[in-house]
């Protein structure tokens, strides 16, 4: 097989960036013998040339003009935040070159100026590195699934909170957790986005674009993290038949909207989600036709994450004019009522069951299970957990206006999708 050159302009020689720079030494000749295209590291943009890196240092430049000129058949983007990823983006593509990133929150916030240019300039913009990291899921999201109507997903798209999950479930407190996840590489030292959700809305809005054609902004997507999730909870919901997962879910309505949600959830031990470990991620799609399809894999690392990108780099190289896609923005549809798991700590004489219960029942909820436990780092204290029937969010506000402090409080779904067909 004749084989042709791909020369890469690398942008960015962090952990995702060295990723690819190994990945490319490692395997070229494999890929080479495989696809016909060599991938070869032109040059690499940093911020200072003079800093130690195992890397031959004539590739490397503090210029962006040298990674996004002539000499360069593809640029990839590893540098993460806003900018100057965005505008250097813009100015590959401008200089017709085809793009490849893993950058959520540039192209789940910017998708619109950047996909129209790519459509535009006639050239490919490839993101399979922005969610799941080494799961190929955008690919067949966007081409395998293209004659399928996709009518919803929901999945675990975090790495890093599954992690600190799992381990928590294993005894682990939550500080415990995230001090293994950061010395594993899985947690950055400000663990926040992951932790939170912020992470997970931009990958979850990425995903309505690749799956519904619309999307709507990141910050409009209801999310809630996983840092008021004690281990007490994971033990208990656990004796009832569940796990915790950090859960992203996102459905297409009739009329075009779209409702979609970040936050942990109770999930059925035997359901895919709830059976992924630690950085692992897993992507449920239910479309039309095909029915429910599961994408599993690892979904953090630098490993999975350059490997994702190289394998955009040899498409858009295949297919420099390919098109890219196009993403209308959709409204955001108020949630459904869901099953909740409530935990509330509270004073022992209002911790009595039956006046839960009457309290619920007089709100027009009903209640499955419920225990009252002491708790143990103050005496006068208990935790009531309750499971309940399918309810409003606002079961949350009204709980609240009794007296019961935020804090207090947590309420999370219980995973009870209803499937359109």
């Known amino acids: 097989m004749s084989e042709r050159e791909v020369r890469i302009g690398l942008l960015g020689c962090g952990t995702v960036g060295r990723g690819v720079v190994e990945l490319v030494a490692r395997n070229a000749d494999a890929i080479a013998a495989r696809t016909g295209l060599r991938p070869r590291i032109e040059k690499i943009l940093v911020r200072n040339r003079s800093q130690p890196r195992d890397v031959d240092p004539a590739l490397l430049t503090d210029r962006p003009g040298d990674v996004v000129r002539n ?16 505008s250097l983006l813009t100015e590959a593509l401008e200089r017709g070159k085809p793009v490849v ?29 922005c969610v799941c990291a080494g799961v190929p899921v955008v690919r067949s999201l966007r081409h395998a699934l293209a004659a399928d109507r996709l009518m919803s997903f929901e999945g675990v798209l975090n790495g890093t909170t599954n992690f600190i999950l799992c381990r928590m479930e294993e005894g682990d407190s939550y500080a415990e957790a995230l001090i293994e996840a950061r010395r594993r590489g899985f947690a950055e030292s400000d663990p926040t986005n992951d932790v939170e959700g912020v992470d997970t809305a931009l990958k979850t809005a990425i995903l309505c674009g690749t799956a519904f054609g619309a999307t709507i902004p990141p910050d409009r997507i209801p999310r809630k993290g996983v840092t008021k999730v ?14 915790i997962r ?6 297409l309505d009739d009329s075009g909207d779209i409702r979609a949600s970040v936050g942990p959830e109770l999930i059925p031990l035997g359901a895919p989600a709830a059976r992924v470990r630690d950085e692992e991620n897993v992507l449920i799609v239910h479309g039309q036709s095909s029915g429910d399809l599961i994408f599993q894999g690892r979904g953090a690392g630098g490993g999975p994450t350059a490997s994702a990108l190289l394998s955009d780099v040899l498409d858009a190289a295949a297919r420099p004019d390919a098109p890219a896609p196009r993403w209308r923005t959709a409204n955001p549809a108020p949630a459904g009522p869901a099953a909740r798991y409530l ?12 006046r839960w219960l009457e309290e619920l029942t007089g709100m027009g909820v009903d ?3 419920i225990e009252v436990v002491r708790c143990p780092q103050n005496g006068r204290q208990r935790t009531v957990r309750l499971l309940t029937e399918p309810c409003a969010d606002e079961i949350v506000d009204r709980i609240t206006a009794l007296g019961v402090a935020d804090d207090s409080l947590i309420a999370l779904r219980v995973q009870n999708p209803v499937r359109k067909s």
């Open 246 to 251: 950090l859960i992203a879910r996102a459905e």
């Open 71 to 86: 000499g360069v058949d593809v640029v990839v983007e590893a540098l993460g935040g806003d900018e100057p990823a965005c």
């Open 343 to 354: 935990r509330i700590t509270c004073a022992a004489p209002r911790a009595q069951p039956r």
């Open 101 to 129: 990133t893993a950058n959520k929150l540039v192209l789940a916030s910017h998708h619109d100026r950047l996909l129209t240019l790519a459509d535009r300039r006639r050239r490919a913009f490839g993101y399979e590195a």
């Open 367 to 369: 209640v499955r299970r």
């Open 230 to 243: 004690t281990t007490a909870d994971l033990a208990a919901v656990r004796r009832w038949g569940y796990a």
